[in-house]
């Protein structure tokens, strides 16, 4: 093996390493913290029936994931019933958050927002972009555009 063939080998045997180690980073912060649930997209909205068992209690919630969503939606049933729809994607840097019992948490910078979507603790400033939500029933429609 001449010395070229040596470097091109370990030129893409570090690519290839590379790869799976930004693929294993990306695996750990999507994790949401959350059961996960496809949704299909009519136009701007998302239609989807709440009448599930992930959804039963307060504090309750579910990622809904589309191939059409630039960021999955993380849908929680708050005290009153009510529903807020926001976006995974924390306002800091912009890592994926987790949702956990009692509030959303970023594993990244350690951001926190409540099941409002509002800040609790930085280093984000900004709140969670929320997704205007219309309930009649159990079913909820989340309005992807203002």
């Known amino acids: 093996m ?11 045997s570090g690519m290839a390493i590379g790869a799976l180690a930004a693929g294993s980073v990306g695996l750990a912060c999507a994790s ?18 709440t009448a599930i068992p992930e959804l039963a209690n307060a504090g309750d919630g579910v990622v809904l994931e589309s191939f ?12 009153d019933g009510n529903f807020s729809a926001l976006s995974t994607e924390c ?19 350690e951001s926190a927002y409540d099941f409002e979507g509002r800040v609790l603790n930085g280093p984000a400033e900004i709140a ?19």
């Open 2 to 12: 001449t010395s070229h063939d040596r470097r091109e080998f370990l030129r893409k």
């Open 91 to 109: 306002s800091h840097l912009g890592c994926t958050v987790k949702k956990e019992p009692s509030l959303i948490r970023c594993p990244c910078h």
């Open 32 to 49: 949401t913290g959350a059961p996960h649930m496809d949704v299909e997209i009519s136009g701007s909205v998302i239609r989807f029936d």
């Open 68 to 79: 059409l969503l630039e960021n999955p939606i993380l849908l929680i049933r708050g005290g």
């Open 128 to 146: 969670l972009r929320r997704y205007p939500v219309m309930t009649t029933g159990s079913i909820i429609q989340i309005h992807l555009r203002p």
